[in-house]
């Protein structure tokens, strides 16, 4: 393993206006000198400054032309301002030391980002590869793709795991990769999906997988909702993502009939019951519970 | 307001016949005057040796403005948050949006290309006060609205009932009501039908609940047109638009001019967007271009006009249209989105995104279309140049149009990226013809000018006129427009310099100024008993039909932001 160049960038003041901070990322640090680096644009409130008006910045005087060997450390309070960190990254680390806004690893293709504190809206949106890991909650549309883009252009391959709850609309048109709600989600997560998982450990709002072609979602807890465009297809003793599995029995619906869709909804039996009766009755299928 | 004296330009002015003549023109007042007029101590003196001076543009079917072009806006994000400028103090405002722009681009990009006068061709008259709100917000530009008539069902009764004069004082009374300009005609009869059947018409097809045909529909309607005088007399978009085998249904369209009873002089019937009513087979596998047929009988009608639609391969475009039973078919062959919606009593609609590709058959069939039509035609005065932006593609891609028309090369380039197999049954590829600056000054200042019946202060640089100029740095006496037909189509995207109502609003292709044009629309004159007439008619017609009442309805001259009232002497007694 190489030798980690580590970048301290810290704000100087609590920022009143979202910041637009595409280039604080990997990839565009690589080979440049500390002064480059200092003079890289930021926009304030849609105003063009540069780094050093708004950062301090501490770190080895000329960075290293390996993406890969970087680690940029963001810290200050009102980090919670700064939107874009690691745009189209594709190696290195990022680490956010608090919040951070909308849009984080928004078409990040590798590497890594942790947020220690909660995360905006749009984590990893259109991501590619490499991985993310908010210890908080976050907002809505976590690996999604953007409004009135088609399905299947959100995420496509990386992970991203959310060890609190999620907002609305989880993985909404993704393709590929895994997402990890270790909390509660809201609604519509898997909306427009066409590949991928995302497991939700906890609860979910109304109406997960609606729409979606393929792929899988998974929730462990209770679930406000589901359409009647699902086919019920089967019980599952118990479900495994990577290296979480989850001991106990499953029922597995078909979604979304509504676009010939061929998903798969996972959904707790024991905590469900009641919404799977109400199925039954809505489908006038038999649904065996041993 | 400043002076301003041209020198040395390179003048192409068809409706003054000057053909490239080196001149210098003056503006005081915002109209144009004889050079000797200006006052050199406070003019501003533009150099413009070397480069081409033309009127204004005029774009006479361009959907800029109305419910359906918010709505598209509303179901296309994606078309906007990656296109954005943002403002720039003092007076230049944010631009979003490729296929739909909000209102300022449209404003800025059509005075970017020279581009001064726009129509707004199709606005349900109930939703017309919204259309007049987004062309009050519309910068740069003058602007005029066409209502829909065609489905209303104040319209078919006062027809079925063979009311004619009742029906000319009605439409008389919308257009002055909507403060619109002109008559539109959208698959006449099919939203009727649409509405109540889920099924389109054709021209000899039974309107459902009515003793019609949609042939009967335009007939009575371009009549009505005949005796209000009206400068555009009526603009019809023609039934089964977007069908293979639709061009025949053109043709006998284009030849109903033939029974009709013409009166006032022009042309009494301009169809539109002609690419997409122009298409031979009998299936999407079989589909030809029907434009060279359609270009013969355009040759030995002389009642008949018509603009191309043309559509341009590689660019996303949104289409948006009173065709709602087309928008149907369309959004099943796209299985995105679309949006629908029926006005109550008067018309529907549908907007569905759609991207034309190079490489398929049925869209490289649509861009020769367009061009056939135009490069076959005899008579340039007839003909004029659009995209039914956002239809066919975004009216940025006017100079990429000019580019295919002017030269033979841009043509054979573009072809070479389209698929062989159509265009082998299209003419496109053996017509050498290539327009000169004088023709293209023709088909997008002089003849829409002559069209909308302005061309006493639009469309030319003679005397008095309103000074709207456009200045390109081209120069066809040292460069060859076929050969580099490239540096053409760029300097027609930016304009070298925008003059319009005697301000300089773009420079090098930047704006520089904002100015906000007038709105246009016609009073005709409607004698004083048939006004009484019609309105005890529609009181109770609105009771009967509508759910707001006759008062809300009327548009007030004060809604606009710069109105323009054209009085028309008609032949009602
Ligand atoms: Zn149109």
Redesign the interface.
């Known amino acids: 393993m190489s030798v980690k160049s580590t970048y301290i960038v810290k704000l100087k003041y609590e920022p009143k206006v979202p910041i637009d901070a595409r280039n604080i990322s990997p990839n565009t640090f690589t080979g440049k000198s500390l002064n480059d680096i200092l003079k890289l644009s930021v926009l304030e409130g ?1 105003i063009s400054v540069e780094l050093k008006d708004l950062f301090d910045v501490d770190g080895p005087s000329n960075a290293p032309e390996d993406v890969n060997s970087i680690e940029i450390l963001i810290e200050g309070f009102g980090s919670g301002k700064l939107r874009y960190i690691g745009y189209r990254m594709s190696g290195g680390r990022i680490v956010v030391k608090g919040d951070v806004g909308h849009f984080a690893g928004y078409r990040m293709s590798g590497g890594s980002i942790l947020i220690e504190g909660k995360a905006g809206s749009y984590v990893g949106a259109k991501m590619k590869g490499g991985s993310i890991e908010v210890m908080k909650g976050c907002g809505d549309c976590v690996g999604g793709k ?5 399905p299947g252009k959100g995420m496509s391959s990386g992970e991203i795991i959310i060890h609190g709850d999620a907002g609305s609309q989880v993985g909404v048109g993704m393709k590929g990769g895994r997402i990890i709600i270790e909390g509660s989600a809201g609604m519509l997560c898997g909306l427009n999906m066409m590949g991928g998982t995302i497991l939700i450990q906890r609860n979910c709002d109304l109406y997960p997988g609606a729409r979606m072609t393929a792929g899988r979602v998974i929730v462990g807890g209770v679930v406000e909702g589901i359409l009647p465009s699902f086919y019920f297809d089967s019980i599952v003793p118990s479900v495994r993502v990577g290296k979480i599995s989850m001991n106990k029995p499953f029922a597995m619906f078909i979604a979304d009939a509504i676009v010939g869709g061929r998903g798969s909804v996972y959904i707790s039996l024991e905590e469900n019951k009641s919404l799977i009766d109400q199925y039954k009755d809505l489908v006038e299928e038999r649904i065996e519970v041993e | 307001m400043v002076q301003i004296l041209i020198k040395n330009g390179l003048v192409y002015d068809p409706l003054n016949s000057i053909n490239g003549e080196v001149m210098d023109l003056g503006v005081k007042n915002g109209k144009i005057v004889d050079p000797s007029e200006v006052n050199l101590n406070e003019a501003v003196v533009v150099d413009a040796s070397g480069k081409v001076v033309l009127p204004g543009g005029i774009d006479i079917h361009s959907h800029i403005a109305g419910p359906k072009v918010n709505v598209g806006r509303l ?5 906007h ?1 990656l296109t954005n400028i ?1 403002h720039k103090p003092p007076f230049k405002r944010a631009e979003t949006g490729l296929t739909v722009p909000n209102v300022f681009r449209i404003g800025y990009d059509y005075a970017r290309m020279g581009y001064t006068f726009v129509a707004e061709p199709a606005t349900p008259p109930l939703k017309t006060r919204h259309t007049h709100e987004e062309l009050n917000a519309i910068p740069m530009i003058d602007k005029m609205a066409f209502v829909l008539v065609d489905s209303n069902w104040i319209v078919l009764d006062l027809i079925q009932e063979s009311r004619r004069d009742m029906l000319t004082a009605y439409l008389g009374w919308l257009l002055y009501a909507t403060k619109t300009y002109s008559l539109k005609i959208v698959d006449a009869g099919s939203d009727a039908a649409w509405m109540i059947k889920g099924e389109g018409l054709s021209l000899d097809d039974q309107v459902p609940g009515y003793n019609l045909t949609p042939k009967d529909i335009i007939k009575a309607i371009a009549e009505s047109a005949q005796q209000l005088n009206l400068p555009h007399k009526v603009h019809v978009h023609c039934n089964r638009l977007g069908y293979p085998g639709n061009y025949s249904i053109t043709i006998e369209t284009m030849n109903l001019t033939k029974d009709l009873k013409i009166v006032s002089e022009g042309p009494a019937l301009h169809i539109t967007h002609v690419q997409f009513t122009g298409y031979k087979g009998d299936s999407w596998g079989s589909l030809e271009s029907g434009g060279e047929d359609i270009a013969n009988v355009l040759n030995v009608n002389p009642y008949v006009t018509l603009d191309m639609g043309q559509v341009i391969p590689g660019r996303p475009a949104t289409t948006m249209t009173a065709d709602a039973p087309f928008e149907f078919v369309l959004y099943h062959l796209t299985r ?1 989105k679309w949006s629908t919606t029926d006005t109550e009593v008067e018309t529907a609609s549908g907007i569905v995104p759609y991207k034309y590709k190079k490489k398929s058959y049925v869209n490289t069939v649509q861009w020769a279309i367009g061009l056939e039509v135009v490069l076959l035609s005899k008579d340039l005065w007839r003909v004029f140049l659009t995209t039914d932006h956002p239809n066919g593609g975004p009216f940025i891609d006017y100079p990429v149009v000019m580019s295919w028309l002017m030269s033979k090369r841009a043509r054979e380039d573009f072809m070479a990226k389209l698929n062989r197999k159509a265009l082998k049954k299209c003419v496109i590829t053996s017509i050498d013809r290539e327009f000169t600056l004088y023709d293209i000054a023709i088909i997008t200042r002089a003849s829409p000018a002559k069209l909308l019946g302005l061309e006493k202060f639009k469309g030319h640089l003679g005397v008095g006129a309103d000074a709207d100029i456009a200045i390109y740095d081209i120069d066809p006496r040292t460069l060859d427009l076929s050969k580099d037909y490239e540096k053409v189509s760029k300097a027609f995207r930016r304009a070298y310099m925008t003059i319009k109502g005697g301000e300089i609003i773009v420079k090098d292709g930047e704006i520089v100024k904002q100015v906000y044009g007038r709105t246009l629309y016609v009073k005709p004159e409607i004698p004083k008993d048939m006004i009484v007439e019609i309105e005890k008619y529609l009181d109770s017609a609105f009771k009967k039909y509508y759910s707001i009442s006759l008062r809300n309805f009327f548009i007030d001259e004060r809604e606009l932001r710069n109105p323009m009232e054209i009085p028309l002497k008609t032949s009602l007694r």
């Open positions: 849609g953007l409004p009135g883009e088609k | 179901i296309r994000p994606e078309d948050y943002p995105w």
